[in-house]
């Protein structure tokens, strides 16, 4: 009796802000699994008020729009229409689908119906690859369970929720900034709301492979290793690892807890931005095969440089934001990642810097294939609530499934942790742990973080973030030039660096509005973001660093960047403007990088 009680509270009461009820542990390598995918138009209401989740005394009310309510005879009274309101095409942020909506931050329900037939004995799984910021999810009407985080996927578990015929899925987003949350209340780029990422729904046999782990041995140039985890009834069933173009194969036995370990000898080619080889792996349980494509290559921090596959390697990057070319928005499909990553290829970069949050796994992969190296991030930026424990616990949970997600992409060298958070016991504590967390997931990753640098004078600047000890790489922004002083201050600085470990300079640059032109010391004009790049690399070209990453590939929307007709809502330091025209900039960085070894 009780216990069916709470279950009924549960369906009709989940709790709003509580982070991630109900979750099923992240199922990977989602692009080539058996999927039913319910992108495509959903029915929206915009909700400022929460009408559909509270009522008039602010109680969550039973009678909320997830239950997704017609009238039943002419005089019924119910006040919201999913039918009757307008349609939204997901995947995609809810400010460019709808002017209306440019500003908007608060509550918006979405509902998709579908047709369905589920198949006895097979388990579905509902998969969202982000929705910014909190979800509130229900299938048919009841409660299935929510997540936050904008950048990150999720999965929960709806085998026996499905029905035959049509069923249909509302989900609450929300996406008001809070103190507390990662991000934070303040950040220099748009608060992009939304189903932003495909949702699907995934179809798996009773016992299943839901993750695994495969990369060459560490320090080993002749041996692949890994792990696959089973989940379901029978967890001792054999798999089987194939990798016919290595001429491998092999068969594992799970544990009781349904993990298995392996090891195969073997020399793959490794995989480099000269040579981006990927191989195709299969794995199999009974009856059913999955394959992943899997680049193998070793990476290192020795001394003050990074070596790529036992080699030192200069990383010439550039950051880029989720943002759409041609279009101001957040990217949704592979081709749009496609037009950002041939800019950065153009550009001779061999190395991106996805800032500041998770970009799309399409980002991810689409790098891997074309021969880019990828420095990945979670949005701890700037003014963290770094004394919440819940909020350290939501950056743990976003840093774990960043990891869940990516870890099988060789391309992804680097996990950063945190960008520009100001240096204090309770920041250092928060960022420790972070580490310790990243570290304890996955150690074959470099760690680093964009840190703050410390002034000796205004031309001695170094970095004294008492952090350096513990990451592999030390990082820090650069705006020499910019917001500190004149382009021509970059040949008067003095750079203390540490040369124990390798330094990347992860941002530096100054705005420009393309088509604007003048004299080289006019602020915003082509020629000063120019001037500013001949200076900046003149400076580098004396430091010792391991790589630089110019901000940013392609101006980017900021509710930050009010100068009217310079910024109009746009951070302006795009080497490529939201038009995808090149500035003058950008031909700096490209002959510079095309001169790096
Ligand atoms: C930074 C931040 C980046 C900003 C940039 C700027 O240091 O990391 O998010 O957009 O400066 O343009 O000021």
Known sequence: MKRSLV??????????????????????????????????????????????????????????????????????????????????????????SDPELNFYEGTVWFRKSFDFYPVNNERYFLYFGAVNYEALVYLNGQFIGSHKGGFTPFNFEVTGKLKEGQNYIVVKVDNTRHKDEVPTVNTDWWNYGGITRDVLIVKEPETFIRDFSIALTEGKYNEISGWIQLDGINLQTPITIDIPELNKKISVTPDETGRATFFLKAKPVLWSPQNPKLYDVYFSTVGKTMKEKIAFRHIEAIGNQVFLN?????????????????????????????????WAKEMNANFVRLAHYPHNEYMVREAEKMGLLIWSEIPVYWTINFTSKETLQNAKNQLEEMITRDKNRGAIIIW???????????????????????????????????????????????????LMNIVDVISFNSYIGWYDGLPEKCAKMNWLLPDDKPVIISEFGGGAKQGFHGDKNQRWTEEFQEELYIQSVAMFDKMNVAGTCPW????????????????????????ISNDGIKKKAFFIMKNWYEDKP
């Open 7 to 96: 279950f009924l509270l549960m369906i009709w009461f989940p709790v709003i802000g509580k982070a991630n009820q109900n979750l099923f542990p992240l199922i990977t390598n989602i692009p080539h699994r058996e999927t039913f995918s319910l992108n495509g138009d959903w029915d929206y209401i915009v909700d400022r008020y929460e009408t559909g989740y509270y009522d008039y005394r602010l109680r969550p009310s039973k009678w909320g729009f997830f239950r997704d309510q017609k009238p039943r005879n002419q005089s019924d009274l119910v006040e919201y229409s999913f039918e009757d309101s307008k349609k939204m095409f997901i995947p995609r942020d809810w400010n460019s």
């Open 310 to 342: 036992g080699k030192p390697i200069f990383l010439r990057g550039v950051c880029i934001h989720e943002e759409a070319p041609y279009r101001a928005g957040r990217f949704s499909n592979p081709a749009e990642a496609h037009t950002l990553l041939s």
């Open 416 to 466: 950063s942790l945190a960008n520009e958070t100001p240096v204090s016991e309770e920041r250092n504590q928060f960022l420790s742990q972070l580490v310790m967390h990243a570290r304890n997931i996955d150690n074959t990753r470099l760690i680093s973080m964009a840190m703050e640098k410390d002034y000796h004078d205004p031309f001695t600047p170094s970095i004294k973030d008492p």
């Open 552 to 575: 940013i590939l392609m101006d980017f929307k900021s509710p930050r960047r009010l100068l009217p007709k310079i910024q109009d809502g746009w951070n302006r330091k795009g080497l």
